[in-house]
């Protein structure tokens, strides 16, 4: 009974821990590098569009990390007429889904949807992206340590190289890629920015503009401040008076009455 007692006191610490050993590498923050959003994108365009839409994504809002309306037309418009369109794609949800065994989810607010209390969305997706590993029981001849079985092929495999799982439970690079580890994290880093970004392309707008409101109520603070002053100020005369009037009469009787048994 006793022990019953104790693992049922346990148990949620247990599950806790069973859950905390998901290791996540933090993503570097690039959120205010436009040159690193424009890789991003450019990445994303190339290499993810194929499969994932964003649909919630225009390709004209791509102006706002810096790119012109010819810039966009001329080098990441594949899948649009208009650069007033959002970011769809070409292939059918019914025929991805027949050949990954899942259809592959619209990323435009991936970045959020992923955050847990193992790391922010951007921290899983930068695991994500760097822990593809070779695996022949797959039917894409690929695994992922964060996102188990998973249907997405290791789309990047030419930049990267390929990953072996070693016996450690630690990756090998045994096949070198185009990039050198530290390029590819790099690459990565400026994808998933542009992921974070996707999802919410005003966060550094509005984290200034709280920086602003907290300002203008500091500087509203002051003048409140002195015109409360201004007013209590004829409050605090009056009530002197009133006060004198009542009590402070007495007080004096109280000073002019001679002392008892004198
Ligand atoms: C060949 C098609 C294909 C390409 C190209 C592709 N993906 Fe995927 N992706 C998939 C499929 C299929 C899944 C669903 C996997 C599953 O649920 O098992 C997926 C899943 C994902 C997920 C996990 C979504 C979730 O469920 O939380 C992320 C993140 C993702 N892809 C990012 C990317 C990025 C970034 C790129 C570009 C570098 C990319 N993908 C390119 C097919 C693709």
Known sequence: MKKFLTAILFAPVLAFAAGATLHLDSAPDKATDMAA????????????????????????RLKDIGLSDAQIKDNLLFTADKVGEPMKLAMQRAEAKAWFGAAPPD?????????????????????????????ENRPTGWNNVVFENVGMP??????????????????????????????????????????KYMGEPVAEFRKKLGVIVLIFLAVLFVFAYALKREYWKDIH??????????????????????????
């Open 37 to 60: 959003l424009q890789n991003g994108a450019k990445i994303f365009v190339n290499y993810c569009l194929n499969c994932h839409s964003a649909s919630y994504m225009r390709y004209n």
């Open 107 to 135: 990323l435009s607010v991936i970045a959020r949807a992923r955050a847990s209390e193992h790391g922010s969305g951007a921290d899983w997706l930068y695991t994500y992206l760097r822990t593809f590993y070779r695996d």
């Open 154 to 195: 290791h789309v990047l495999w030419e930049l990267q190289g390929e990953q072996v799982m070693g016996a450690d439970h630690k990756l090998q690079l045994v096949k070198p890629g185009k990039m050198k580890p530290q390029e590819f994290d790099a690459a990565i880093g400026d994808l998933v920015a542009y992921l």
């Open 237 to 262: 005369k009056l009530l002197f008076l009133y006060v004198n009037a009542y009590y402070g009469a007495s007080r004096n009787e109280r000073a002019t009455r001679p002392q008892s048994g004198a």
